[in-house]
């Protein structure tokens, strides 16, 4: 199974919005509404920030938002803070009931 | 409140089996209808998700890693195991173990342990 698609950087001012696009097929994120996307710091645990393409856990900002359209997911982090700055990932479930990650996007907070 | 930690030899040979133990506490392994998955990253590189195992035993394995991989689970012990035979350089990573909630969903992860591959 390939990686989804992602853009490999990203980068805003503090208080801009950034958006993260996370491109697979019919037989993955566009077959099920089970996109995941995931914050990592290099060197702690990757942090769940969206599940079910659009739901935050609890205790995440709501300046996470996402949403998905055909193949395409996407993230966007509004008003961009420092600690912003880190690795994102996405995660869709497939149609082989593996699971498969995107290829990841650098947040860079200029 | 849950957490997994996972623990295994840090060093391996080339062509040897990888050998890796994830221990859930503060709740039990059993509890709610999870599965429990193996994900890693090489240096530089992005996670790939590597398999999942259930409390019943049964085990879903990434198709590029399949012919390498056992996944068990043992409930007494509260843990979850992962055995990758024959490896080489590029299976040098940090493995993290994580719960999942069957969906691609991991709510949980450990802190990851770096295995390398070398002689």
């Known amino acids: 199974q390939s990686a989804l698609t992602q853009p490999a950087s990203v980068s805003g001012s503090p208080g801009q919005s950034v958006t993260i696009s996370c491109t697979g097929t019919s037989s993955d994120v566009g077959a099920y509404d089970y996109v995941s996307w995931y914050q990592h710091h290099p060197g702690k645990a990757p942090k769940l920030i969206i599940y079910?393409?659009?739901n935050r856990p609890s205790k995440i900002s709501d300046r996470f938002s996402a949403s998905k359209s055909g193949n395409t997911a996407s993230l966007t982090i509004s008003g961009l803070q420092p600690e912003d700055e880190a690795d994102y990932y996405c995660?869709?479930?497939?149609?082989?009931?593996?699971?498969?990650f995107g290829s990841g996007t650098k947040v860079t907070v200029l | 409140q849950v957490q997994l930690q996972g623990s295994g030899p840090g060093l391996v040979k080339p062509s040897q089996t990888l050998s890796l133990t994830c221990t859930v506490s503060g709740g039990s392994i059993s509890s709610g209808y999870y599965y429990w998955s193996w994900i890693r990253q090489p240096a530089d590189k992005g996670l790939e998700w590597i398999g999942r195992?259930?409390?019943?035993?049964?085990?879903e394995y990434n198709p590029s890693l399949k012919s390498r991989i056992t996944m068990s689970v043992d409930t007494s012990k509260n843990h979850f195991s992962l055995k990758l035979k024959s490896v080489t350089a590029a299976d040098t990573a940090i493995y993290y173990c994580?719960?999942?909630w069957g969906t691609g969903t991991f709510d949980l992860w450990d802190q990851g342990t770096l295995v390398t591959v070398s002689s």
């Open positions: 994580a719960r999942d």
């Open positions: 995660n869709s479930y497939t149609n082989t009931t593996t699971r498969v």
């Open positions: 079910e393409v659009t």
């Open positions: 195992v259930s409390t019943s035993g049964s085990t």
